[in-house]
């Protein structure tokens, strides 16, 4: 039986020092006994992530979305390495893979034309709020789709959504906010919403 891969053992290596950091508790607990855990980011987290067709294609400019569509987020990537600096650490290299990043809020680069939110069934629920801090809409946390507006202009045919991820929740190190993005395609004809928020494709005519 061939060895494994040097990246998925480091990988296998880093779920273990994940349990294991699990079981230490607090970010201070001592484990071992005797050890005291300070935590430093050990390399920028990141996070990257795709918008997808709900058939499970990616969204491209040769498979563009289209007016009305409901499109969903999918990640391809987490990773947020921090490391213990204290001599005596259980884990490889003192490294272990956090797992509280969060997926904070959502937002387009200029004008966004559509709405994040959810799509529950065949009715999509907008998760949207406005930031007093500086006016601007943001799809909420939890928000894990984005649906096309019908009124997309037909001259903008690519726009970058974003997604601010962070990990104030860590039990270890917490690292600074910071912004992932991905650009969507839209081409096609204004298509016409009857009431509700049905998105069944026969409650539609273009």
């Not at 921090?82 to 272990?96: A, H, Q």
């Not at 974003?162 to 969507?184: C, H, K, L, M, Y």
Request: negative net charge; aromatic residues 14%.
């Amino acid at each position: 039986m061939p060895p494994p891969h040097p990246q998925r053992l480091q990988s296998l290596l880093l779920v273990l020092a994940a349990l294991l950091a699990r079981l230490a508790g607090p970010a201070q607990a001592q484990f071992p006994p005797g050890h005291v855990h300070q935590w430093t980011p050990y390399l920028q987290p990141d996070f990257y992530f795709e918008w997808r067709h709900l058939g499970g294609g990616r969204v491209t400019a040769a498979d563009p979305a289209n007016p009305c569509e409901p499109l969903v987020w999918y990640a391809t990537s987490i990773n947020d390495p921090d490391r213990c600096v204290s001599p005596g650490y259980p884990f490889p290299n003192g490294v272990v893979n956090d797992g509280a990043i969060v997926f904070y809020r959502w937002t387009g680069s200029g004008e966004t034309y559509g709405h994040y939110g959810n799509l529950i069934d065949v009715h999509f629920y907008n998760n949207e709020y406005t930031d007093p801090a500086d006016g601007q809409l943001y799809g909420a946390s939890g928000s894990a789709n984005f649906g096309v507006d019908r009124d997309w202009p037909p001259e903008r045919l690519q726009h970058t959504l974003s997604v601010e991820i962070r990990n104030q929740n860590s039990q270890f190190a917490v690292d600074p906010p910071f912004w992932r993005g991905d650009t969507i395609y839209v081409n096609g004809s204004r298509c016409w919403v009857k009431n509700g928020r049905d998105v069944n494709p026969e409650k539609h005519a273009t």
